[in-house]
């Protein structure tokens, strides 16, 4: 610094000695001693200082660092063996791009004074940078420590991106390649709608501007003129680490890992990594690779989609063959429904011809028994005696034919509901209800719509004869999940 003074006094010929102070008017002087006030000497001393030394770069560690509710920083500069004041006013403060905070190495630019109020110079500082790339990176790992430790990068946040949004916001500069790349690629895979807030991407407004997008779009109700997005790409070309500074602050990875929408960080190239990489949903190594994580590829997605519908058309097929063999096999083990009728039929029959005969050897057993009874019995008590016997016979015989027409009107009840029974599972009662039997070319029943193409040639049985037809447009309505209930796979088999 003597150098440096030296030099200024060389090349200002109005600048006073090193050894001599400038004449300061109105000073008393004794004989020999010039006499002064504080003040008078205090000014000569910021005069004989600032006219010596111009605007000048100081390197120098940051240490005592004071933020007082002014708005005013106060520091010192620190180096092995020195120690210089230094101040940034508030008007100065809020426009550096580079936060202060104790430890770091500064190269701080301004212009040198005195404070009176306490006897010492100071550095008043205009701009501040950071020292090389080494003092950034030891900010970004102090930083990344600190937020990791609050649990803004645990996996636990992350979420899964929406395999086909419909309204994708970009975070990004309206004026880089940066977001022509993504509608680029989105037109190439899967055209979706768009949303840009357009916000600076470098330079001391970039940060707040970036933080407040994330916010506006999750401010977003999707009830007015513009929708709510499904997904969030923060984005932008690569550059150096103080190019990329305003990814690595926290205003900008607290609201990427507060938004309620997913986001993907494309920030730089692949080599180059950022606070907002580690808090967002998904990492892009580019740009133009966050909108390829963003969509899928439409013509890979109409492919999957016809070979999964083929393989369920084909394996419905194959589930209603074994469904429709296995109705068969259990077919042919059950009785016909007109066995069934007639063997009960039958047996109707042959218990009204038992119960005639048994009827009239019944009446010919008590004719019998009477008639010995008579002969042992005088005439009148005969008289009176067959008289009773033949009321009780009436009577008996009165029973007996009641309970015997009750019998064969229940056993007719009986063969009337066996009728029936073979009628409503009878195809044939179906039709004459005026359903059909559908069945394709090759005589398969078809029972959905599902499988069904236009130009389909379909056979139509009715009650009274067939009808050949070609399909035309096909309606299909959507498949309903199933209830739960017994397993499709049970081995209980069913008439119905």
Not at 231 to 252: C, K, M, P, Q, T
Not at 278 to 294: G, I, Q, W, Y
Request: with cysteine; aromatic share 4%; proline share 5%.
């Amino acid at each position: 610094m003597a150098q440096a003074a030296d030099r200024a006094g060389a090349e200002s010929p109005e600048a006073s000695a090193p050894n001599e102070l400038p004449e300061i008017p109105g000073a008393r002087a004794n004989p020999g001693i010039p006499e002064y006030t504080v003040a008078e000497l205090s000014m000569a001393l910021k005069r004989t200082v600032e006219g010596v030394f111009g605007r000048l770069r100081v390197r120098g560690e940051i240490t005592n660092l004071k933020r007082p509710s002014s708005g005013h920083w106060y520091f010192d500069l620190k180096d092995t063996d020195s120690v210089i004041a230094a101040v940034c006013w508030r008007s100065t403060a809020i426009r550096l791009r580079a936060n202060l905070e104790d430890g770091l190495e500064m190269i701080v630019t301004g212009r040198l004074t005195t404070y009176p109020g306490r006897s010492q110079y100071q550095l008043v500082v205009d701009h501040a940078e950071l020292a090389g790339a080494g003092a950034l990176l030891k900010i970004l790992d102090a930083r990344r420590k600190k937020l990791a430790a609050e649990g803004l990068f645990d996996r636990t946040r992350k979420r899964k991106l929406p395999v086909l949004p419909l309204v994708i916001g970009v975070v990004t500069s309206p004026t880089g390649a940066v977001f022509r790349d993504i509608l680029h690629r989105l037109r190439d895979r899967f055209p979706r709608r768009v949303l840009l807030w357009p916000v600076s991407v470098q330079g001391a407004n970039a940060a707040p501007e970036i933080a407040a997008a994330i916010h506006g779009f999750n401010r977003l109700d999707g009830e007015g003129a513009v929708p709510r997005p499904d997904l969030l790409i923060v984005a932008r070309g690569g550059g150096s680490v103080e190019d990329l500074w305003a990814f690595n602050e926290e205003i900008v990875v607290r609201a990427i890992a507060a938004s309620g929408i997913p986001v993907i960080s494309a920030v730089g190239h692949e080599t180059d990594t950022t606070l907002a990489d580690f808090a967002a949903d998904v990492c892009a190594p580019t740009p133009t690779a966050a909108a390829e994580l963003a969509v899928p590829v439409r013509a890979e997605l109409i492919t999957g989609v016809r070979n999964l519908s083929a393989r369920l058309f084909g394996a419905t097929t194959r589930l209603l063959d074994r469904r429709r063999e296995r109705l068969a096999g259990l077919a042919r083990g059950l009785r016909s429904p007109r066995e069934v009728l007639d063997n009960a039929t039958q047996r109707v029959d042959h218990a009204g011809m038992r119960l005639g005969r048994a009827q009239g050897a019944l009446l010919a057993t008590y004719g019998q028994r009477l008639t010995g009874a008579a002969r042992a019995l005088a005439p009148r008590t005969l008289r009176r005696a067959l008289d009773d016997a033949t009321r009780r016979l009436a009577r008996g015989d009165a029973a007996l034919r009641r309970e015997a027409t009750r019998r064969l009107k229940e056993h007719e009840r009986r063969l009337t509901a066996l009728g029936t029974l073979l009628e409503s599972v009878s195809h044939k009662s179906v039709l004459q209800r005026g359903y059909a039997v559908i069945r394709d070319a090759e005589q398969r029943l078809v029972t959905t719509a599902h499988g069904l193409f236009p130009g389909m040639p379909l056979d139509i049985k009715l009650k009274d004869g067939h009808i050949d037809v070609v399909t035309g447009t096909v309606r299909t309505a959507p498949v309903r999940p199933k209830k739960r209930g017994r397993d499709d796979g049970s081995d209980q088999g069913s008439l119905l």
